[in-house]
């Protein structure tokens, strides 16, 4: 499968962003999906994921409140819904594919180009 993100930008503390991530092949349901986000200096790290259907959602701590994650199968999309953005959650935003629910970066089996997300304060 190929991954491109898409959607990020400039935005002040505060604001909000939606983060695309579209999908090729026709076996888009069978993949877990995630976000992963990286700042300068700092290691890769799972911002959210959800299952095939949907039903079952993770969001790292720092994230939980404030970001959303949602796929539809039937465009082979995910998104993710970014609000009360802060200047920390400032990284280049990448979506990913794995074959089960997992939860380090290199467990996922596909990744697409990064999105660069910037928040001012």
């Known amino acids: 499968v190929q991954l491109q993100a898409s959607g990020g930008g400039l935005v002040q503390a505060g604001g909000s962003l939606r983060l695309s991530c579209a999908a090729s092949?026709?076996?888009?349901?069978?993949?877990?999906l995630g976000w992963f986000r990286q700042a300068p200096g700092k290691e890769r790290e799972l911002v959210a994921s959800?299952?095939?259907?949907?039903?079952?959602?993770y969001y790292a701590d720092s994230v939980k409140g404030r970001f959303t994650i949602s796929r539809d199968n039937a465009k082979n999309q995910v998104y993710l819904q970014m609000n009360s953005l802060k200047p920390e959650d400032t990284a280049v935003y990448y979506c990913?594919?794995?074959?089960?629910?997992?939860?380090?970066?290199?467990?996922?089996?596909?990744w697409g180009q990064g999105t660069q997300v910037t928040v001012s304060s």
């Open positions: 959800i299952s095939w259907s949907g039903s079952s959602k």
């Open positions: 990913a594919a794995a074959y089960q629910i997992v939860y380090e970066d290199h467990e996922y089996n596909y």
């Open positions: 092949g026709r076996t888009f349901s069978r993949y877990v």
